[in-house]
């Protein structure tokens, strides 16, 4: 079997992309310690407004793209502007802002001056050159990838290693504190940095879009972004040079893939092995480095607690618990089906904010591909519901979301934190690509079929079962059913807080070499993290289901899990009440002031970005405070004797 | 694995550890009796901190053995040596920040008393039970260490000195039967190690653990230890009961001399024994 030699050169071109791309992430996570998810997008501004000055305005092809690679450089150093006002914080937090600001420059890029009049139009490219290999034409874009992305590679490697900017770039990736005390004017290197990554990303950008019929609206994907991770952890988030050849390989490899299996599915499932093995054989090397992110915690600084052992508060607190409980009761008899539906679906999207709260808010470990296990629920109840009853399906359903959790968190159980991120995110495309679109492949070496997908990856509708005799097909009685299964785990996870679960979950994660020391058995603590937090998601996958009724393939993509994510911090992380709350807030805006995809990206992007600068307690936070406000007015200032209010900062304590 | 009550008898042989080119204990062998309190005095890099890590598990050495009670514990995790009671401190003492002072002992006491899955989801009595007489333990200790004003106060929002007292709290509830502790005055003021020096000697009283020191306060290890083992370069210079090893010349020469000088400096500078740099 020969391979054309028109598949390599299309594997080598799309290898260029992932490798500068690489190249990006590496430069910044060696500089900042942070795993930017912005770092794309910030490309894809440059690239739109290229077309824009060119198809638009009809700039001249050469100062527009000056211009544009401007413009790269100065939204690279505003992102680290305001990255920089969370320095002190734990880099996973920073990373989660990155990717609230990945949203917010997608918004800029829908921005009637920014974008482009015809969106498909061809982009802008400055040669006419194509050329033919084989049968296969290759356009004039192809043509400029394969000129201008080596001489990028070439020019960033000579300013980097010759540069005294490199070499203070090279001394701060080393050392901060050193470099620093060396003389290196440290932010202002670190500003450089980052506007370097934005003039890679523009470039980038630029190279990749010709050809891509819709690249403007499409941003980098997350199958790119992926790609260019995994090449970056290949190269063990250090070495430039593994990382640009490493993602020029996975091109390579994925276009041999794509020409030999013809399946997008199969491809996608050798490509998170690929993944997967890259971790697991890098996972020394990957701990070796400076372990800022490993060391620091997920503190986000004020305290969401209320205040403790007062009466009044405990008044306002039961109070305002009866208040939303007859609420919730009460709900269906004023709303009509549609609206039903809207709240029921609030409900399930809170159970899986309390599902991701347990893993990211109490271990510590960040996933990037919750809705997965919610969509491995969704099969369960798809394949099962008619056949078996729906007491039976929620358990099953939920040990399949364990079972799956658990397996995905086997590397984190070594390494922490950020390289989960990146496998959940591989998880989520997975799932989406090869896991429910085909429904039952043929396990390999075997003629066995088993039937893991949904039934009918376009289309599949569940049909609402009955429990108790009940019928569960009414809108109404969806939403009791679905309002009972929150409650129960609600109850269950408070005890789960409050009864040990979540206080050795949290020594793990802020002190994981302690706890050992202290006789806490870290690799099962982390395990059941993983589990517990699986199960929920399985069981909300059940809800999902049944309330959603007709769902695809495409329903459960991975921006859905950035959504949860986004969620629970809006929320306040960590806090079972903020979980809700952030459900509320993401589904129930845009329901109520329309569901268009802007709305729904304001209120993540900007609101992401926004709570995490300026309101750190999240929603949860900001209820407590109403919570103390509405107490204090009931009892009169809070006496001096209560002085452990867990007030962020408290009075330098006494010594006695 | 079998917990037995009482001191423990620990024997480090032969032991040694390198990290990549550098070897920062080469070939060390020396054993602890039981119920003593040891201290481990040396320069800084001699190894001390490396010793410890050995001994509880942080660190896994390239050769030799760590044998508690006769069981080799090479192969054991932290988690596993902490079952058998070996319970250590950390230099940083960072502890865990977001936790507060009572959830931190409740920790220490679930080491000991898993808190499992099952009996918080079902609200099992057995698993109320458990919690009550966890928190009863912790109560004790709160009392006994004075950390009542601080009992719901974060960890993170705790001075250095008070840290150390709710960890040496800590590895009360944890019960050891081997306690090895990284320096506890490092990072503290003068007048809070002093406060220390007799707290570390109930403890041990307390306990009745093996206890094993780490420190740079020569007078304070010297007041509190029954024996001492000075270490240099990742080997013993000296050891045995603490006063031969302050009479032994090799100790002076290593380690002692310059804190002899230091306790004994009044107005005038000593001169430097040759061969000592500053």
Redesign the interface.
Known sequence: MSIPAAVLVQGLILGLSYGLLALGLVLIYRTSRVLNFAHGQIGVVAAVLLAKLVDDFHVDYWPAVVLCLAVGAGAGGATELVLRRLYHRPRLIVMVATIGLEQLLFLITLLPFVSPKHLFAPFPVPIHTGFTVGVERFLPGDTFMLIVAPLTVVAFALFFLRSPYGLAMRAMAENGESARLAGIWVKRTSTLAWMLAGVLSAITAILASPGKANAFSQALGPELLLRALAAALIAAMTSFTVAFVAGVALGLIESVLLWNLHQASTVELVMFGILLVALVVRIRSLRSGPRDEERS???FGA?AARI?GDDARERVRRVGLALTGVGVLALPAVLDNSRAFLVSRIFVFALIAVSLTILTGWAGQLSLGHFALVAAGAVVTARLVGHWPVLVILPLAGLAGSAIAVVVGLPALRIRGLYLAVTTLGLALLMQVSVLGTPCPRLPLTNWHVCTGLPDPASTLVHRPSLFGIDLGPQRTMYYFVLAVLALTLL?VR??RD???A??L??VR??E??????????M?TKV?AFA?SGFIAGLAGVCFALVTQRFQASTFDPAQSILIVTMVIIGGLGSIEGAVLGALYLIGIPAAFGSGTTVQFITSGVGLTLFILFLPGGLAGVLHRVGDAAAGVLRGPLSTTSW?T?AP??EA?A?? | MTTTEGAARLEVRDLVVGFGGLCAIDGLSVAFRPGTITGILGPNGSGKTTLLDSISGQVRPTSGMVSLDGEDLIDYLPEDRAALGVVRSFQDCRLYPELTVEDTLMVAEDARRPVGILGPTLRLPAARRAEVAKRQGVDGLVGSFGLEPFRHRRVDQLSTGTRRVVDLAAIVAARPRLLLLDEPTAGIAQREAEALAPLLATLHRQTGATVLIVEHDVPMTVSLCDSLVVMEAGQVVSAGPTSEVLSDPAAIEAYLGASQEALARSGEVASRPAGRDL
């Open positions: 915690t997920w503190a305290a403790r269950v005890a789960w009864r040990g679960i206080r050795d949290l020594a802020d002190n070499t302690t706890a050992a020391a202290m006789g806490i058995r870290v099962r059941m517990l452990w867990a900062g408290a304590e010594e006695g």
